[in-house]
């Protein structure tokens, strides 16, 4: 009996449906068990969330979008916002790395309101869904596979009068107790025509995009190909870009696409860039591609379209490991596909994988050897572990015959090399110290050996790539890793080989910014001056420049400068130093 007699809020009408009682339903991300190294990589709602959100705001119900991935250390907020929002059902995005925060919040959600209805879906939820209802008495229900449909249907039977009596009928996709033992429906089939689906730009503002639905390819270590499928869906360029400006004006300029590949339709993707530009949209985006899947003109015209970086699972060095992985990919197409991106100004992103099957010293190596021959401007090194809906997982539970009882462990996951015994912890530690150190220690060169497509319409976007980069090595995330040498130098290269290109503000920042730090002001003064001859609206240059007259002991220039920016924040500490020490001296 799921109805909760409290559910009277009525929403509009859907299509000829009779108008139901309209719910409120909190769709809520929780954290990770573990700290993540790149925050992108799971601090973000994914994008099933929204189109869920969507779809329930169009059929009436009132839906809130809950993003908790940052609340592992402050549960007490958690529990506040449940007291606070009061939902009739909490829907979970489960993923194998914040599952055991989603029974948490389920567990005190119910003790909160013993009535409310607590639904698990996603990847985690759709490969342990029997798990969870097996242990878990929090858990109601899961969706099992794309849920905008299941959870839509599951929703409206949940708001009808069935639900005080029945268990649910007829819905696809989703699994529940009958007779007190787990049961799931019929697979619900995959939503056929992505652009049928409600955009949720129209409801919710967020900073992923998707043109793709599903990946053809069969890495072992992956769960993305049996959840969405081996074959590809799309959107059309309309919609992904209608979507894209809909953000762009209420205020979002950078977006991550987060398509498992999102280079599998050329014609689509060059189709998506025109009409970025046709549409004069001024934003920057991350993508996610695979080595064989790019060329020069699609590169060409993803840069002119705001594309910034490109991420590629290269995996290892070693064409062994990759095979085990199940990596179709060639060291060909690796070198290829790493030069031609970052000649078009892209910064490509490698993303490997260590402790795995036959991994020993010399396919560390190879690893790095390939490092060397691709030069990667960003690397991201991974421990392999195991997911319920691998490849991986699935030949570990035939060979060990273990079963989804491991995952009762608080664990977050199991790591390869703890079910290998040709493997040891030390020797994987060993491993990515290694990996890390030696990539660290060639990056700068890296960085410095850039070469860069001579083509005059990509000199601007050269200028912003080459100062971007800079400012990751002065002040941004390489500024912090005490391995990685001679940082600032290259921060210096780097901007000003940019203004070769082209003049941009960040570049003459910068070059200021690192002449103050090595109190050469006079030197400061000249390439702030001259920046903010150029963007004298700029308000950063302005600061820095006055900052660098007040260390002469030029208060009186560094106030004239300051003048004009008198209420902006950053301005209106100096403007009051400066009129302090021009008093003063008087
Ligand atoms: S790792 Fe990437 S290419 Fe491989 S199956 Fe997963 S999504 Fe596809």
Known sequence: MWLRSRCLRMGPPFDDAPPQPSMKILLAYPYCLEDRIHVE???????????VGAVLRETGHEVTIANWSALRDRPEEVERALRAERPDVIGFSVLNANR?????????????????????????????????????????????????????????????ADARTEEPKGIPGIAFRRAGRPFCSEDAEPVRDLDALPDPSRHFTYRHLALTRGCPMKCSFCGSPRFWGSRVRFHSPQYFVDQMERL?????NFFFVSDDTFTLDKDRVVAVCREILRRKLSVSWAAISHV???DADILYWMRRAGCIQISYGVESGSPEIRRRLGKSISDEHIRSAFSLTVSHGILARAYFIYGCPGENWETIEETLSLIEAIRPLSAVFYILDLFPGTALYEDYRKRSGATDDIWLRRIEDVLYF????????????????????????RLPRYAESVELIDRKELYGPHAEFLSRLAMTFECGDYAGVDAIPDKERVAETLYRRSLRYAKVPRAYLGLGILAQKRR??????EVL??????????????????????????????LEILRPLEGHPEADSYIEACRRAVSERR
């Open 520 to 525: 050469d002001y006079d030197g400061s003064i």
């Open 100 to 160: 055991w925060a989603a029974l948490d919040i389920a567990e005190s959600a119910k003790r909160i309101d013993p009535k409310v209805v607590t639904v698990f879906g996603g990847i985690g939820a759709s490969t342990l869904w029997k798990h969870f209802l097996t242990h878990f008495p929090a858990v109601d229900f899961a969706v099992v596979g794309e849920g905008e449909r299941s959870f839509a249907a599951l929703i409206a039977w949940l708001a009808s």
């Open 529 to 558: 001056a001259e920046g903010l001859r150029r963007f004298p609206r700029d308000p950063q240059l302005g600061v820095c420049l006055a900052v660098s007259h007040m260390n002469t002991g030029d208060f009186p220039r560094a």
């Open 41 to 51: 990589d799971a601090g973000v709602v994914p994008m099933g969330v929204y189109f």
């Open 248 to 252: 762009h004006r209420r205020g979002e």
């Open 418 to 441: 703890e079910i290998d015994p040709s493997l040891s912890s030390e020797q994987v530690t060993a491993f990515g110290a290694r990996l890390r150190s030696r990539y660290y220690e």
């Open 292 to 294: 064989s899947m790019v």
